[in-house]
């Protein structure tokens, strides 16, 4: 079983940068997909982006495209998202997720393992 936990999230001004991390356990880190999500009030839960085992390969929602970089250190079993240029709708409970297999995917039902969030409020 692997376990995820998200960390700092918090409140950013429009425009502003900030960056989470994603800890995970197990031994096989590297062999899993990386992804995160986000879920804003109201919304369904959307990807965000997504990073293959070896880092090689990353994928973007066109929304975060040249604003949010997905990246990973799998020495640490640790998932980043860092972001900039933040805007409003931005705004979301952001999850990070891993998946048991070599494909990436933008559905949530094909992700094994969820952290249970962390919240990211940017301010207009």
């Known amino acids: 079983q692997v376990q995820l936990v998200e960390s700092g999230g918090g409140l950013v001004q429009a425009g502003g940068s900030l960056g989470l991390s994603c800890a995970g356990s197990?031994?096989?880190?590297?062999?899993?997909?990386m992804a995160w999500f986000r879920q804003a009030p109201g919304k369904e839960r959307e990807f965000v982006a997504a990073i293959s085992g070896n880092g090689w390969r990353t994928y973007y929602a066109d929304s975060v495209k040249g604003r949010f970089t997905i990246s990973r250190d799998n020495a640490k079993n640790t998932e980043y998202l860092q972001m900039n240029s933040l805007k409003p709708e931005d705004t979301a409970v952001y999850y990070c997720?891993?998946?048991?297999?070599?494909?990436?995917?933008?559905?949530?039902?094909?992700?094994?393992?969820w952290g249970q969030g962390t919240q990211v409020t940017v301010s207009s």
């Open positions: 197990g031994r096989t880190f590297s062999s899993y997909v």
């Open positions: 997720a891993a998946r048991h297999d070599s494909g990436y995917s933008t559905l949530p039902r094909n992700y094994d393992y």
